[in-house]
C-alpha cells in the first residue's frame, strides 16, 4: 500500500539554523508529493507541493525536491525563525485511482530564539 | 476568500450524545472529505465524497455518518459520542479526484471536539 515515513520529533534548532526533515515514501505508479504545516491551535495549510520527479517545490524560504531513486521528498530551509515553530506533515497522492491524501504522522518543529 | 468552513471550532460532547460537524466550501469541488487527527498522529479519512449523492467510507467510519445533498455542504454526524472520538476533526475539498495533475486538497481550520 501507499504510505509516508517522517522523521520523529520534535526537532529543535536555534534561530537562523539550518533544517531538514526527512521523508520517504513507498506508492505504486508516480505519486503527487506534497508538505503541510500546522501551526499552533490552526488547521493544515498547504506549504509546497511537487507533481513529477526532480520538481523542486518552495514557498516562505521552504524547498523540497521531488527524488524518485531515493522515494524521498526532504523539506530543508537554510534558517530558521521562531516564527516557523509549527507541524510538519508530508503526504502524498497517487495518480491512479481516487486522490486521498496519505499523512506520515508529522514532525513537531520547535525554534528558540 | 472563504474556501472551506467548518463549524463550530470547539465542542464538548458528554458521551452517548450526538452533535453534527458542519463543513461548506465555496470553490465548487466535487470532491469533499473528513478527517480526524488524533495526538501526535497523521490524519486518517473518516469518509470522503465524489459528488452530490455520493459519498463512501475511508479509514475509520464507525461511529460517524455523513450526507452530501449539495456540492457545497459536506455535514458530519456523531451518533452516540465515545470517548475514542476525542479527536480533531477536518473537513477538506479538491477540484478532482485526479492525484497525477497536482490537484491540492483545501483544509478547513479544524473542529476540536472532547467527549467526557
Known amino acids: 500500500g501507499n504510505s509516508v515515513t517522517q522523521m520523529e520529533g520534535p526537532v529543535t534548532l536555534s534561530e537562523e539554523a539550518f533544517l531538514t526533515i526527512n521523508c520517504t515514501y513507498t506508492?505504486?505508479?508516480?505519486?503527487?508529493l506534497f508538505w503541510y504545516v500546522q501551526y499552533p491551535g490552526e488547521g493544515l495549510q498547504l506549504l509546497l507541493k511537487a507533481t513529477k520527479a526532480d520538481d523542486k517545490g518552495s514557498n516562505k524560504g521552504f524547498e523540497a525536491t521531488y527524488r524518485k531513486e531515493t522515494t524521498s521528498f526532504h523539506l530543508e530551509k537554510g534558517s530558521v525563525q521562531v516564527s516557523d515553530s509549527a507541524v510538519y506533515f508530508c503526504?502524498?497522492?497517487?495518480?491512479?485511482?481516487?486522490?486521498?491524501?496519505?499523512f506520515g504522522t508529522g514532525t513537531r518543529l520547535l525554534v528558540s530564539p | 476568500n472563504a474556501g472551506v468552513t467548518q463549524t463550530p471550532k470547539f465542542r464538548i460532547l458528554k458521551i452517548g450524545q450526538s452533535m453534527t460537524l458542519q463543513c461548506t466550501q465555496d470553490?465548487?469541488?466535487?470532491?469533499m472529505y473528513w478527517y480526524r487527527q488524533d495526538p501526535g498522529m497523521g490524519l486518517k479519512l473518516i469518509y470522503y465524497s465524489v459528488g452530490a449523492g455520493i459519498t463512501d467510507k475511508g479509514e475509520v467510519p464507525n461511529g460517524y455518518n455523513v450526507s452530501r445533498s449539495t456540492t457545497e455542504d459536506f455535514p458530519l454526524r456523531l451518533e452516540l459520542a465515545a470517548p475514542s472520538q476525542t479527536s480533531v476533526y477536518f473537513c477538506?475539498?479538491?477540484?478532482?479526484?485526479?492525484?497525477?495533475?497536482?490537484?491540492?486538497?483545501?483544509f478547513g481550520e479544524g473542529s476540536w471536539l472532547t467527549v467526557v
Open positions: 477538506a475539498s479538491s477540484s478532482s479526484g485526479t492525484g497525477g495533475s497536482g490537484n491540492t486538497i483545501y
Open positions: 506508492a505504486t505508479g508516480y505519486p503527487s
Open positions: 470553490m465548487n469541488h466535487n470532491y
Open positions: 503526504a502524498l497522492i497517487t495518480n491512479t485511482g481516487f486522490q486521498k491524501l496519505v
